[in-house]
């Protein structure tokens, strides 16, 4: 596995190493030890997997607030999708900037989302499958988002938007 830190400090794409032979390849998404020794999270308590079927889908800008702060690690694994954070931690540097990259099924890579960012994603092609390793459990009473075109964070999305849920149509603007 290669951990490359993205200009977020704290957020990591996960590149994982295949072993390749005669029937397929083999790979590991996850490893406690060499998780911790970087300095990541290394318990998850729930994992969800979420499908979408729709190419241009937009899910996000979601995150929960303390105590149910969560990490995520996130991993396509059907279909394409353009996944981002956003830094929304009080003291951080890059506070209000995002990052985003593609996650597939084919390039197996993940995003590591530390506490304090919103996470959202859309999808490039039909019926893309998400699945996420949470630290946290979901707690709705503290689950809250950010628009996904909020203009002071100004996220470039690659496809026009198809589909949106209405919650997250009603999230309000960060300033
Ligand atoms: C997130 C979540 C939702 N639900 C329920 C609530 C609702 O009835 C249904 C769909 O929920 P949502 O509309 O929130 O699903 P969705 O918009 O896909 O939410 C997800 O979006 C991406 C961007 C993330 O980062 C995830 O952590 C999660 O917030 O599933 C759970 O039961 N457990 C969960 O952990």
């Not at 890059?94 to 959202?120: D, K, V």
């Amino acid at each position: 596995m290669i951990f490359t830190e993205t200009p977020i400090a704290g957020a990591f794409v996960i590149t994982p190493a295949p072993r390749r032979d005669s029937r397929g390849w083999f790979m590991r998404t996850f490893d406690q030890n060499t998780f911790i020794a970087s300095g990541l999270c290394g318990n998850w308590v729930q994992m969800n997997h979420s499908m979408t079927t729709q190419p241009g889908s937009i899910r996000g800008m979601h995150f929960q607030h303390t105590p149910a702060a969560e990490v995520k690690l996130v991993r396509c694994v059907a279909g394409r999708v353009f996944d981002v954070l956003v830094d929304l931690r009080p003291n951080s540097a890059t506070r209000w900037q995002w990052f985003g990259t593609e996650l597939s099924a084919q390039n197996g890579q993940m995003l590591y989302i530390p506490e304090g960012c919103a996470h959202g994603f859309q999808t490039l092609e039909p019926n893309c499958e998400l699945v996420y390793c949470h630290s946290a459990a979901y707690a709705p009473e503290h689950e809250d988002g950010i628009r996904y075109n909020d203009p002071t964070i100004n996220i470039t999305w690659p496809l026009p938007v198809t589909d949106i849920s209405e919650r997250d149509l009603g999230f309000i603007n960060v300033q």
